[in-house]
């Protein structure tokens, strides 16, 4: 499976490859993003310290970043490199793989739904299609597809171009996406303290904290004349939005009523 649009990898580019075979020379590897390609790692391209035998450091079947030093796309040799992969490299090479792999293992699962549903075209021919007509076209150049997958979970971003999307795949990738990425609720908590010595006392209270008491927000007894105020949400910045609308309110309807102090602080 091609993970990218173009076939082969650029120089210098930073893949995961997997050890498949090793030598007293060097080590034969697939390239995990595009479609299990076979490269080459030179032992003296595998660290700047002098090694006699690849077997002393590689094992097969080990997963890790590589860089690539040389590529002939019409005989198809490639050829890779550790000697200067960086450890800032293998962190986002290895962030990107998994985010990417995630990815496709979502589009994989849509593509056999939609293949069970509609037994005329096969799981690999839905897989391509939302790989040439959806993903490619999204990414274009852009990795972190996955990231996208949780935004669209997280903050209600449309999947991608709605006119391009048949509604039976839309409604099947945001199911499987609500089910696979689960996005920790954040909590938003404000204490307000509110007094009232005149005649109205607490029914004057009562009345300024049920005019924050909206949709999404939970109002709670501290300790008088402490109120905890708690939004809780997905989305930070529309949680902010909903408590600072909230505590307008109660600010709003504590002017109104004489005797009655409001003082608050945001947690």
């Known amino acids: 499976m091609y993970f990218y649009k173009n076939t082969y990898p650029d120089i210098d580019d930073i893949i995961m490859v997997k050890i498949i075979k090793v030598d007293d020379m060097g080590a034969e590897c697939i390239l995990l993003e595009y479609n299990n390609k076979t490269a080459y790692l030179p032992i003296n391209e595998f660290s700047r310290r002098r090694i006699k035998s690849a077997r002393q450091v590689l094992r097969v079947n080990n997963i890790l970043p590589l860089q690539v030093i040389f590529v002939d796309k019409i005989k198809g040799f490639i050829d890779v490199s550790k000697k200067h992969v960086t450890a800032t490299d293998i962190s986002l090479c290895t962030n990107k793989y998994k985010s990417i792999n995630r990815s496709y293992n ?11 549903q509609n037994e005329e075209k096969n799981k690999d021919d839905y897989f391509d299609y939302l790989q040439n007509n959806l993903i490619w076209p999204f990414l274009n150049g852009r990795y972190d597809l996955y990231q996208h997958f949780k935004e669209v979970v997280r903050d209600d971003k449309p999947l991608f171009n709605e006119n391009s999307l048949d509604p039976t795949i839309t409604t099947i990738l945001l199911s499987i996406l609500k089910n696979r990425i689960k996005i920790i609720e954040k909590k938003i908590i404000s204490t307000v303290v509110i007094t ?26 501290k300790k008088c004349p402490e109120y905890e105020i708690m939004v809780v949400c997905v989305n930070k910045t529309k949680g902010e939005e909903l408590m600072e609308r909230s505590l ?20």
């Open 248 to 267: 307008k309110l109660i600010e709003n309807k504590c002017s109104m009523h004489i005797n009655t102090v409001f003082h608050m602080k945001i947690i």
């Open 106 to 116: 979502i589009i994989n699962r849509v593509s056999e739904i939609l293949s069970e």
């Open 196 to 221: 009232n010595y005149g005649p109205e006392g607490v029914d004057s209270v009562k009345k300024c904290l049920m005019a924050g008491n909206i949709e999404g927000v939970n109002i709670t007894v």
